[in-house]
């Protein structure tokens, strides 16, 4: 299953059109709306979380997008970590489950694996000294 987060921009001259109910039914896509503007005949923006099965059937999804005219930003999540802000306390350790943050153990600075991170977001709560934080980023699709 491929989830991705996805930001669409609409035009007035598409606006009025069904292109959700498009997606679910032609592309088999789990669609979950966090953010909607889209009022007639004005700019419109929509955010939402996709659930899709087959790589094949997002880039038929996307070209779909591309060819009514609706803009398309695939927005990645990532953690981001400001070495400088942190004083290595660990207090962030705990909270990771995934063990994404851990301390070394020879230097007792902390270490982070973006490859185990879940994107849960505890850690950026934690951090009394905002060395950590979900950041957004968008790749557009054309
Ligand atoms: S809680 Fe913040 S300051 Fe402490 S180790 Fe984690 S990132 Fe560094
Ligand atoms: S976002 Fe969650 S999984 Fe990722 S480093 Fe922070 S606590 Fe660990």
Not at 42 to 48: A, P, Q, R, S, T
Not at 56 to 62: H, T
Not at 89 to 101: D, H, P, R, S, V
Not at 136 to 142: K, M, S
Request: charged fraction near 25%.
């Amino acid at each position: 299953m491929i989830n991705k987060r996805l930001q669409l921009v609409y035009h007035p001259d598409n606006v009025s059109k069904a292109i959700i109910y498009d997606l679910v039914k032609n592309y088999d896509i789990v669609i979950n709306i966090i953010q909607a503007r889209i009022l007639p005949d004005e700019e419109g923006k929509l955010v939402m979380d996709i659930k899709v099965s087959k790589k094949s059937a997002l880039d038929q999804a996307l070209k779909y997008l591309n060819n009514e005219g609706i803009d398309v930003t695939i927005l990645e999540k990532s953690i981001a970590y400001n070495q400088e802000a942190c004083v290595h306390c660990g207090a962030c350790t705990g909270l990771c489950k995934a063990e994404a943050l851990i301390m070394d153990k020879t230097s007792w600075e902390l270490l982070l694996d973006q490859e185990n991170c879940l994107l849960c977001g505890m850690c950026v709560s934690a951090c009394g000294f905002n060395a950590l934080s979900l950041e957004t980023n968008g790749d557009n699709y054309v």
